[in-house]
């Protein structure tokens, strides 16, 4: 009995040593490209074309920009182009920002100037290395990711949310907290491959629109300047037809220049303002 009870002790541990040597399979977790919450922030449908009407208040000290909140208007028609105009009190357009997807026309009503950036598109992909396109943009005002081709590199479960970080090409990185429950942003930064923040976004709670969730406010930061956007939308409209927006014309009698010259004379004028002596006050009155 001592001898069969030794022999089964043997036995098992032989058994055991020998199920520790068998090469078990390496259980690989899959790419977070497969995340469910990333496949269903990237097939997130939005109406296309669509409009919107909005207030907006902007700031910018290096544009000269303090202005008080302005009503708007929006129509968007993907990829790429969109037109964007903000109302002044009357209900007249003050300023227009257009876009073909290629081409971007800035009209300036106060100063009766139509201002051209012809290679708009190019010059967007050379200073970010082909990362953010013109539809990049435009995803943004909708609360789609920009950068759609971006490496999922991170997940982070955080109290407020799901955090993503995408790489992005030429080293630009996407940073995007999402709600899970909807798959919707709440804040979306991007950096270039310095690290530099080029542009940053925070949402507040998207509002359903038909089958559609769409966002509701939009605060957007430009930090190179210093512009701060802060976008609260009224309603989205489903459209049918698409108005002809995205390639204004010049009007008869404005001042036709390019962005190049635009910002060149904007920069100059700051330098002048900058380097003038301040008032001199008055003498109190005796």
């Known amino acids: ?6 022999f089964r002790a043997l036995a098992m541990t032989v058994a055991l040593v020998a199920g520790a040597c068998v090469k078990k ?6 790419p977070l490209e497969q995340d469910a919450l990333v496949q269903m922030v990237r097939s997130r449908p939005v109406p296309d074309p669509t409009q919107a009407r909005f207030s907006i208040k902007m700031r910018s000290k290096p544009l000269g920009i303090a202005a008080p909140p302005l009503g708007g208007g929006l129509v968007v028609d993907r990829p790429g182009r969109a037109h964007i105009a903000i109302l002044g009190p009357t209900g007249s357009p003050v300023v227009t920002l257009s876009s073909d997807g290629t081409r971007v026309v800035f009209l300036n009503t106060h100063d009766r100037q139509y201002i051209t950036a012809d290679n708009a ?4 992909g050379g200073a970010t290395g082909d990362a953010v396109s013109l539809d990049d943009v435009v995803s943004l005002l909708l609360g789609l990711l920009p950068v759609e ?3 999922v590199r991170s997940k982070d479960i955080l109290p407020e949310g799901v955090q993503f970080v995408f790489d992005g090409p030429a080293g630009t990185v996407l940073t995007a907290l999402i709600d899970p429950a909807t798959g919707t942003p709440i804040h979306v930064s991007v950096d270039d491959a310095h690290g530099k923040r080029t542009v940053e976004a925070s949402y507040d709670p998207f509002m359903p629109v038909d089958t559609y969730l769409l966002p509701s406010r939009i605060d957007i930061e430009v930090p190179s ?7 609260r939308f009224k309603s989205w409209t489903l459209l049918t037809e698409v108005p002809d927006v995205f390639s204004p014309a010049a009007p008869a009698g404005y001042e036709v220049m390019s962005m190049a010259d635009y910002g060149k004379r904007m920069a100059d004028k700051l330098k002048d303002s900058a380097t003038e002596p301040p008032p001199v006050e008055p003498p109190p009155a005796q």
């Not at 009995?1 to 030794?6: A, C, D, H, K």
């Not at 399979?25 to 899959?30: D, E, I, Q, S, Y």
């Not at 598109?121 to 967007?124: D, G, I, K």
């Open 1 to 6: 009995m001592l001898l069969t009870s030794r």
């Open 149 to 151: 081709a971006a490496h």
């Open 225 to 231: 300047v210093e512009l701060s956007l802060d976008l």
């Open 25 to 30: 399979p390496v259980v690989t977790a899959p």
């Open 121 to 124: 598109a190019t010059l967007l």
